[in-house]
């Protein structure tokens, strides 16, 4: 992977169009040690970086279940 990577939008393949869903580009967790999170409604708003290795921890607590009552 290359510093000048550019992210690759994903969202869950359990979002329905409800409006409630957020993108991840998790391509650049190795090379820049964050995955981008935005609202996909808004794909040119503000994106939030979030440390690579606490958001691996955040979706290992939804997958589980830990996180059910938040």
């Not at 690759?8 to 359990?14: A, H, T, V």
């Not at 329905?16 to 808004?42: F, Q, W, Y």
């Amino acid at each position: 992977m290359t510093t000048d990577e550019s992210p690759r939008w994903f969202k869950s393949s359990y979002s329905s169009n409800g409006g409630d869903c957020i993108e991840v580009a998790a391509n650049l967790a190795t090379s820049h040690g964050v995955v981008p999170v935005r609202d996909s409604k808004n794909p040119t708003g503000p994106t939030l970086n979030v440390q690579a290795g606490a958001f691996a921890s955040f979706v290992a607590g939804i997958k589980a279940g830990t996180l059910d009552t938040v």
